[in-house]
């Protein structure tokens, strides 16, 4: 499995190109050249977002944004995977919109549209669900009922902190889709009497051992650490992380 950062970290770093800038020279000291994107201020255009990646030796293999964004904006983020050669667009989130039975089937509709839509473009869609997603509505479970539509054949981004928020087990999610997991998230948090709080990843209340076998076992392509909300550096907590899992993946002689 291949670490990388999830470039959202950084959301409040990312809305100028000298954020941007600043947050892949960070990115490549940290050691890290292989990145999702999700979160750059869509005011920085492509070509700028390509040329600093290029400058520092960074590659992307995806791009993110809930599914909303991403059809309201398709072109953008087909233009940016094109320029950056990545593979998959990811989308996040099942909208309200397409709550119970009925709007499962119509958003299951909808992404396969959306999927053919991106096929001719040589690109391929993934979907990250959140913790709500697996939650059941009308006596479905979504995702489960989205993994299950043979016309859509869908692929995931696991976040591995919405499938523990959502009360399931790491390694049996990521085992029952062995094969159709193409990077997951590793997000942590501490639970405080104020709520859970973000830390780096191997500092929190996230038990990691099966899940961390689980995806080798299953052959996942790339491990993505993310943190959305830190409290000190940014880049010293994402830097943690990014050890931590360079660590985990050492140990058991399967970096890359």
């Not at 000298?18 to 000291?29: C, D, I, L, N, S």
């Not at 977002?49 to 398709?74: A, K, P, W």
């Not at 499938?163 to 087990?169: I, P």
Request: aromatic share 10%.
């Amino acid at each position: 499995m291949k670490p990388g950062i999830q470039i959202s970290s950084f959301r409040p770093l990312l809305t100028s190109p000298e954020g941007v800038t600043r947050v892949f020279a960070e990115t490549a000291r940290m050691g890290c050249d292989t990145v999702q994107l999700q979160w750059i201020d869509m005011s920085v255009s492509p070509e700028v977002i390509v040329q600093e990646m290029n400058r520092f030796g960074i590659r992307s293999v995806s791009t993110q944004d809930f599914y909303e964004t991403v059809q309201e904006h398709l072109d953008y983020f087909i233009q940016l995977n094109h320029l950056c050669k990545s593979r998959w667009v990811c989308v996040s989130k099942i909208p309200e919109a397409f709550a119970g039975p009925e709007g499962l089937a119509d958003f299951s509709r909808q992404l396969v549209l959306l999927k053919k839509r991106l096929e001719t473009e040589d690109l391929e869609l993934c979907f990250h669900p959140r913790g709500e997603d697996f939650a059941l509505t009308g006596g479905l479970q979504p995702v489960q009922y989205l993994m299950e539509q043979d016309s859509l054949d869908l692929s995931l981004c696991l976040d591995l902190y919405h499938v523990h928020r959502a009360g399931l087990s790491l390694a049996d999610v990521i085992r029952r889709y062995a094969g159709r997991v193409c990077m997951v998230h590793f997000k942590d948090f501490r639970q405080t009497p104020k709520g859970p709080v973000l830390v780096p990843v191997g500092q929190g209340d996230i038990r990691w051992e099966e899940a961390v076998n689980a995806c080798l076992q299953t052959r996942v392509p790339f491990g993505f650490v993310e943190q959305e909300q830190w409290e000190g550096d940014p880049f010293r907590c994402l830097q943690e992380s990014y050890d931590w899992l360079g660590d985990a993946l050492r140990r058991r002689g399967a970096v890359g």
